[in-house]
């Protein structure tokens, strides 16, 4: 899922902090971080009830339905994903002023 | 977030940063856990006092959705794997 970075050369001499480079990476790491978090809050409000009246093990169906929630999350994230690219590609003013 | 593009001064400052932003993160999984716990179980107020009820539904609230938040994680790594598996071992951390 890396947008950045592919292809690139080191333009920053050895004792000295790529900024780029780090701006990149820091902007890569938020969106890991932000699409976790998501899918934790998305798949835990598809899958698990608020009863909480029995144990705290997840039981069978629990489990299979966050595997099955997390692969459609990331599917349709690729989906979206590739709809915006071309969105881009297409007009080029996507989601400016 | 390959690290193999980064000076090492660079991947020091990225280490740093990585290291910032997971305090940061746990500390709001910490007060949306709480937040989250509350508003499920927490719903009488004829006393200041937790009832045992409440106790318990708080326990398993919070234990449950730490399972939850495990399990996709490693669905994540499941899926990451099966899509690149020479890089997903160098990658873990």
């Known amino acids: 899922m890396s947008f950045f970075g592919a292809g690139r050369s080191q333009s920053a001499p050895q004792g000295q902090v790529d900024q780029g480079r780090l701006v990149e990476a820091q902007m890569e790491l938020e969106m890991v971080s932000d699409l976790f978090n998501r899918i934790v809050s998305s798949c835990h409000a598809k899958c698990i009830s608020s009863r909480y009246a029995e144990s705290p093990e997840l039981n069978k169906g629990e489990g299979v339905c966050i595997d099955r929630c997390v692969a459609k999350y990331f599917a349709a994230n690729e989906k979206v994903q590739t709809v915006l690219q071309a969105a881009q590609k297409a007009g080029g003013n996507v989601g400016g002023f | ?93």
């Open chain 2, 1 to 93: 977030m390959d690290a193999s593009a980064m000076n090492p001064a660079t991947a020091a400052a990225f280490e740093g940063m990585m290291q910032q932003k997971q305090m940061k993160e746990f500390m709001s999984l910490y007060s949306n856990l709480v937040e989250r716990c509350f508003t499920s179980c927490c719903n009488d107020f004829t006393s200041k006092a937790l009832s045992s009820k409440e106790e318990a539904c708080v326990n398993t609230c919070a234990e449950k959705f730490l399972k939850h938040s495990e399990r996709v994680q490693n669905d994540l790594l499941t899926m990451r794997g099966a899509r690149d598996p020479p890089q997903a071992k160098a990658q873990q951390r």
